[in-house]
């Protein structure tokens, strides 16, 4: 999701989470967390917290565009894409081409993410949590996710 170049979120939505910290690892993907919320401070409250966040803190920290109420995202989507297939594929292209050379981190940061995430994956830590994480549902349940904290909350009880 932050790898995509426009995320509109429904504005009261209940959830935005961040889920691999708590494992004992931060996935690849969450590197892009610092750039995609803007600042150091707010990315670690993001991986480190692990926590469940609103469309509108979920704009807020650059995770998306913007929110938008239930009754407008359908229209503003619509009336977005439309204006822009409007426009020249070129020039398009170009532009996020020149956005994409300033604004994601290089091959070598990536890699050093990649690598960091399958180191975390043999941590003994790291294994136990995520076999602990597995045994109630993980990947398998399809409401696991929808009771991450209280499931999160038994998994730090010791």
Do not use: H
Request: charged share 30%; hydrophobic share 40%.
């Amino acid at each position: 999701m932050l790898a995509c170049e426009c995320v509109l979120r429904r504005a009261r939505t209940r959830r935005w989470a961040n889920r691999k910290s708590e494992s004992g690892c931060i996935r690849r993907r969450r590197y892009r967390a610092p750039p995609a919320s803007g600042r150091p401070r707010r990315a670690l409250e993001i991986v480190l917290g692990a926590n469940d966040f609103d469309g509108d803190t979920a704009a807020q920290y650059g995770y998306v565009n913007r929110a938008l109420p239930d009754d407008e995202l359908d229209g503003f989507v619509d009336a977005l894409a439309r204006r822009i297939s409007t426009f020249d594929g070129r020039a398009i292209a170009a532009a996020k081409r020149l956005i994409n050379q300033v604004s994601l981190p290089s091959a070598t940061n990536l890699l050093s993410a990649l690598n960091s995430f399958q180191t975390a994956l043999t941590w003994p830590e790291t294994l136990q949590r995520v076999e602990a994480l597995l045994k109630q549902g993980l990947q398998q349940d399809r409401n696991f996710e929808r009771q991450w904290p209280a499931m999160l909350d038994s998994l730090l009880e010791k």
